[in-house]
């Protein structure tokens, strides 16, 4: 290995680097971006007319660049991919020429029977310089030609793909975002701050607010009116209906109609083409569960039926019966999690179980109100920007207090572990995969005597998957049924408080009255926002509190469409009608998904326990009861039978755990897919995981 050889390929690498730097780091984004526009700006300038759609796709993406800066960089990728497309070309053709040159015989006595056949492409006679430049140069065009291309049509594919997933959410979030509108139309607020507020609430609203973003620019930077602003913010939205929306909404605006019964028309019919959406996702979920069960669980299970057959029948097929289970399955189950996901997505579950930690109730918010004390106060930006000034330095008062915040948050989640735990679930997995690891490895070394022996540590990685899946199925199940329950109580709440506050009392009293009725779990939660209040902080505070240590996006919309009613008007009875029957909505499709799903996930278990009884009889009977060669069965038979080649003990005892891997795999991923299909959640899939593994490890490793 010289530099001649080398020195190409480290060229390729050194001109990728900077590429896949620029992804994390800012300023090498920046040196290229200035490179780029030098180089191809002009060039970049002079097309810009021709392809409208490529700007519309970067604007209706959100992209943070400028069109001349996306296309500058898309010509400098593309020109690199095909430097890089080129080099490699090269090596690729040489490897290509080297393998040919070798003797055919040599060929047919290395690959393997089936592939025998190849081995009379060898034998290439050597070429002479001419033609051997000409080769390694029609490759490195080709190569190249296409490298480049491809770089090229992926970069301005790509905005377009996010446009589409943005679109997908925008109209999945769209009746929510709806809701909270005429809610706060419905509170006194002005429209053009209604519209500002929407804006900030993209954590909570996902992108259909974030689309609001666009008109705030518009308003803030240009100095546009709302209705113009409204007007640029529909023409870049890339989901047609929120242009739709748009559209009605700035001309209603302009005619001066009545902009709350605009909004709760379109309210209901946005709630009505939810639920027809729902149905429509639920039908195809239907399809994708049969189609699983088919493909996935009854395809496996024929395929690994007819190897072993073939196998009995005298031919090796124990090569490719473990590269399908150890392959092939494992693949197409998580390509299946993948796809299903996609469509999961469209349901838009309304709760996030393990989402803001619980203990970040006092610290996260008072340190946001910090800031904006500080602000207040003249001083610079609370991250310490250099283009404000410095931050002031705080009081010492101020530092003890935050470190004995710190202190007591890290003392109360170890003091209450089960607490913890059962409130973020992740964290089960940061305790129980490493001791399953160190169990593992304590048997590796038994294990690697005299070569690796699967059957020594094969159970113990079975059995700490089972407890490792367990675990986090207790505690999320835990922390998911808490929060579901006080979920189902919000409705009751808002009513109560809507029917107190129209009596005339303020929300404070509103919730110091409605705390001493029956609302379930949320009765706990509703008297830590009391004790807030009475210990000084003000509702909205106490409130953010509450949203903090649910974290589930139906929470938060309630407390965010509160928050901000509270700061427009104090008779907060529609907005709390409104926000009641938002959430009795969203519960009822949550209630009708859940039976729906129910006969898939019943689907997914009758399959996997099918492929499970099939597996079990191969293994615990068939294969134990064939004759260990087929000497032995051409005896027992009397005849010159030799058809059945049998299996040596050794062959049996491979199949055997072959099997049991098989179902180890199978049941996992079938777990998920069964968690998946029920409630959307992969997570939730751990529970059926556990049962279908524990299930695999009982009849395998103690009934076998």
């Known amino acids: 290995m010289n530099l001649v050889t080398v020195g190409p390929l480290a060229v390729a690498v050194v001109l990728c680097v900077p590429i896949l730097l620029a992804r994390y780091v800012d300023r090498v984004d920046r040196v290229l971006s200035r490179i780029a526009i030098r180089l191809f700006g002009g060039a970049v300038d002079a097309v810009r007319g021709e392809r409208p759609d490529r700007q519309a796709a970067l604007r ?206 379109q309210y209901q019919d946005y709630r ?94 008072d340190t946001k109100s910090a800031a904006v004390e500080l602000q207040a106060d003249g001083g610079g930006r609370p991250d310490g920007d250099a283009a404000t000034g410095p931050a002031p330095t705080p009081h010492p008062n101020v530092e003890r207090v935050r470190y004995y915040r710190l202190l007591a948050g890290i003392r109360d989640r170890f003091g209450h572990p089960i607490r913890t735990l059962v ?119 106490a409130l953010a509190r509450f949203e903090a240590r649910v974290g589930t996006r139906s929470i938060s919309r309630v407390v965010t469409l509160l928050t901000e009613s509270m700061k427009a008007s104090g008779n907060l009875e529609t907005t709390l009608r409104i926000a009641a029957r938002q959430a009795a909505a969203d519960r009822r499709l949550e209630r009708e998904r859940k039976q729906a799903m129910v006969e898939y996930m019943v689907v997914v278990y009758v399959s996997f326990l099918v492929f499970l009884f099939i597996i079990a009889v191969l293994a615990g009977y068939l294969i134990p009861s064939l004759p260990t060669d087929g000497a032995e069965l051409s005896a027992a038979s009397g005849s010159g039978i030799s058809g059945l080649g049998g299996f040596s003990q050794a062959s049996a005892d491979g199949y055997a755990i072959l099997f049991f891997h098989a179902t180890l795999v199978q049941g996992t991923l079938s777990g998920l897919i069964a968690g998946q299909l029920s409630t959307g959640d992969i997570r939730a899939g751990a529970k059926h995981a556990a049962a279908m593994v524990g299930l695999s490890v009982l009849i395998f490793a103690i009934l076998l």
């Open 272 to 365: 009505e083409d939810a639920e027809s959406q729902q149905e429509s996702a639920l039908d195809l979920l239907g399809t994708l569960a049969e189609a699983y069960v088919t493909v996935l669980v009854a395809g496996p299970l024929f395929l690994i039926t007819i190897l072993v057959v073939m196998g009995i029948a005298g031919d090796d097929t124990f090569g490719q019966l473990r590269t399908f289970v150890y392959l092939v399955l494992p693949v197409a189950n998580i390509g299946f999690i993948v796809y299903l996901s996609t469509v999961t997505d469209r349901l838009d579950p309304s709760s996030d179980v393990d989402g803001k930690s619980p203990d970040v109730d006092t610290p996260a918010v």
């Open 60 to 265: 209706a993406a959100q992209l943070p660049t400028t069109g001349r800066d996306y296309g500058s960089k898309t010509l400098l990728y593309a020109a690199t991919a095909a430097v890089v497309g080129s080099i490699l070309g090269v090596y690729a053709t040489w490897g290509l020429l080297v393998l040919l040159s070798i003797d055919p015989e040599t060929m047919r006595a290395a690959l393997p029977g089936p592939l025998a056949a190849l081995a009379a492409v060898g034998g290439l006679s050597s070429l002479s310089l001419g033609r051997l430049v000409v080769l390694l140069g029609g490759s490195a065009l080709t190569f190249g030609t296409v490298a480049g291309y491809g770089a090229y049509w992926l970069r301005w594919w790509y905005p377009g793909y996010v446009a589409d997933a943005r679109a997908r959410r925008i109209e999945a979030g769209l009746p929510a975002l709806v809701a909270f509108i005429y809610a706060l139309s419905r509170s006194g607020m002005a429209f053009p701050e209604v519209v500002r507020v929407v804006a900030d609430q993209q954590d909570t609203y996902g992108e259909a607010a974030a689309e609001f973003s666009v008109a705030v620019r518009s308003m803030d930077t240009f100095g546009t009116d709302v209705i113009t602003a409204l007007q640029t913010m529909g023409r870049r939205s890339p989901d047609p209906q929120f242009r739709e929306f748009t559209e009605n909404l700035v001309s209603v605006l302009q005619s001066g109609q009545g902009l709350s019964a605009f909004l709760e028309r």
């Open 423 to 541: 409130e973020r679930p992740t964290l089960t997995l940061v305790l129980t995969v490493p001791i399953v690891l160190a169990v593992v490895a304590n048997r590796l070394p038994t294990a690697l005597e005299g070569g690796f022996d699967a059957t020594t540590v094969d159970d113990t990685i079975a059995v700490g998957a089972f407890g490792v899946l367990t675990v986090f199925a207790i505690a999320y199940e835990l922390h998911r049924r808490r929060l579901s329950a006080i979920e189902g109580a919000v409705p009751d709440l808002l009513d109560r408080l809507a029917s107190v506050n129209e009596a005339g009392m303020s929300i404070v009293t509103s919730i110091g009255r409605v705390r001493e009725s029956d609302l379930g779990p949320l009765g706990p939660e509703l008297d830590r926002i009391w004790n807030d209040v009475q210990w000084g902080a003000d509702l909205q505070t």
